[in-house]
């Protein structure tokens, strides 16, 4: 099994090469990520002080856009499951259903960005007393709520290709990966910018 | 290639989003009750790899995949992680100056 796992040959990732480049792209998009969340990890260890993210954001609801974004994750992995089984109606159903969510998702964070600003956020101002605080919130919710309106866009391109038969199931699968992607950075960043 | 089926359908993703869905729960519930910065600490961040490991390995469909791919996409990771450690001590420095 060591031999085959490791053999090379014509495919050495026995995957291909859309999706190879799809998963190297996100890897990249990863240590992206992780760069923005390790500086706001060593800014915030520098200050010592905080404010309670409790008392400013609403945890409901961002509990609730998690809640959500988990539901579009789970549809987006049943339309790459029938698109391999050639279920076509279902393909674009959960296509269309995933993109409900992703548009859902970035409602709630307009209204989250709008009552913040609302409060008096501005990117390097505050009125919470550490200017850094707003700065990371917007710089990073921002760059993920990007990936999601990308993904929305992605997505709803997808499902009008597979519509016209323009595609294979690999396509979908590419497409899925980048979607669950979108959620697994989700996760650190509800758990880093809002639980800790 | 080696694009094993996994058993059993739509089952797989529906008992993946059902943890995904009661870890999230588990999440906000520990915030809500009041423990220890470290227990919270530790305890989320181990519920976010928790997480995360399920989406990549089931979502993603990693676990599925040849092993040199999955050594491909989790080794970089550590990247991150060494990123995070090489660059702690200057912030704890920089606290113990103020």
């Known amino acids: 099994m060591l031999a085959s796992d490791w053999g090379g040959g014509r495919s050495p990732f026995g995957v291909g090469w859309p999706k190879l480049?799809?998963?190297?792209?996100?890897?990249?998009?990863?240590?992206?990520?992780?760069?923005?969340?390790?500086?706001?990890?060593?800014?915030?260890?520098?200050?010592?002080r905080w404010p309670v993210q409790g008392e400013v954001f609403n945890l409901y609801l961002v509990g609730f856009m998690t809640f959500i974004l988990i539901c579009s994750s789970a549809t987006m992995a049943v339309a790459v499951a029938a698109a391999r089984r050639g279920e076509g109606a279902t393909v674009i159903r959960f296509l269309l259903l995933t993109v409900l969510g992703g548009l859902a998702f970035l409602g709630m964070q307009a209204y989250e960005w709008t009552h913040f600003i609302g409060e008096g956020a501005r990117l390097f101002t505050n009125p919470w007393g550490v200017p850094l605080f707003s700065a990371s919130f917007f710089i990073i919710t921002g760059f993920h709520g990007a990936h999601v309106s990308a993904g929305v866009i992605y997505l709803l391109s997808t499902a009008r290709r597979w519509a016209r038969g323009r595609i294979q199931p690999e396509s979908v699968e590419i497409a899925g990966l980048y979607w669950h992607f979108v959620d697994l950075v989700w996760v650190f960043i509800f758990t880093l910018l809002y639980l800790l | 290639m080696r694009q094993t089926e996994h058993p059993g359908g739509y089952r797989i993703y529906v008992v993946t989003w059902f943890w995904l869905f009661v870890i999230t729960v588990l999440e906000v519930g520990i915030v809500?009750?009041?423990?220890?910065?470290?227990?919270?600490?530790?305890?989320?961040?181990t519920m976010a790899l928790m997480k995360a490991a399920l989406i990549v390995a089931y979502f993603m469909h990693l676990r599925y995949e040849r092993l040199n791919l999955i050594y491909a996409v989790v080794t970089p990771l550590f990247l991150g992680v060494i990123l995070f450690?090489?660059?702690?001590?200057d912030a704890l420095r920089t606290l113990s100056l103020r």
């Open chain 2, 32 to 45: 809500l009750v009041h423990v220890p910065k470290v227990l919270l600490a530790l305890s989320l961040v």
């Open chain 1, 21 to 48: 480049m799809m998963w190297l792209f996100l890897i990249q998009d990863t240590l992206t990520f992780a760069g923005l969340l390790t500086g706001y990890g060593v800014i915030r260890l520098s200050l010592g």
């Open chain 2, 85 to 89: 450690f090489a660059l702690v001590p």
